[in-house]
């Protein structure tokens, strides 16, 4: 193998878990934000409770 494609061949897989990695911090943003009662609201949830 010539170096260039070392260097294709690294980059690519960085890219894969770069974007595997963002995938998952996304999900786990998304999964917290819709358990998360946002501090304005929280009125209204104790009023839904009761």
């Given amino acids: 193998m010539s170096k260039n494609t070392s260097d294709n061949r690294n980059r690519t897989i960085f890219r894969i878990i ?3 990695f963002l ?3 996304i999900y786990f943003l ?3 934000s ?3 009662t946002a501090p ?3 009125k209204k949830q104790l009023e839904r409770a009761l």
Avoid: C, E, G
């Fill in 34 to 36: 819709r358990q998360t």
């Fill in 18 to 20: 770069i974007f595997i």
């Fill in 30 to 32: 998304y999964d917290l």
């Fill in 40 to 42: 304005w609201n929280k």
């Fill in 23 to 25: 995938a998952i911090v």
